[in-house]
């Protein structure tokens, strides 16, 4: 696998729940990190998570601090985004980005592979 896979969009009333699934390539080096991005149409990719795979260390965006939990399995090689008191604001296509190297976790060009995305809509 060569390149990560997202599941778990939906659509959602504000206040509601989902969890996103993402099925990381394989794993080469223990201490790297895997996260979550979000990117509305006409705006940059954001920043929302990621954690790293030898230890769980995690960093979360100021946004979802509090309503968003990543987490990983290790023996399925697969990284979740559960997110909780939903907003509208939420809204976008979230993609998995694995295997960052380093510590920078927020810039999207130190991950190397990208997945194709999953839509999350979140309704008033």
């Known amino acids: 696998q060569v390149q990560p896979v997202e599941s778990g969009g939906g659509l959602v009333q504000a206040g509601g729940s989902l969890r996103l699934s993402c099925a990381a390539v394989?794993?080469?080096?223990?201490?790297?990190?895997t996260g979550w991005f979000r990117q509305v149409p006409g705006k940059d990719r954001e920043f929302v998570a990621a954690i790293r795979w030898n230890d769980g260390n995690t960093n979360y965006a100021d946004s979802v601090k509090g309503r968003f939990t990543i987490s990983r399995d290790n023996a399925a090689n697969t990284v979740y985004l559960q997110m909780n008191s939903l907003k509208p604001e939420d809204t976008a296509k979230y993609f998995c980005?694995?295997?960052?190297?380093?510590?920078?976790?927020?810039?999207?060009?130190?991950?190397?592979?990208w997945g194709q995305g999953t839509q999350v809509t979140v309704s008033s």
């Open positions: 394989r794993r080469i080096f223990s201490s790297s990190w």
């Open positions: 980005a694995d295997d960052n190297r380093y510590s920078t976790t927020h810039v999207a060009g130190f991950y190397n592979y």
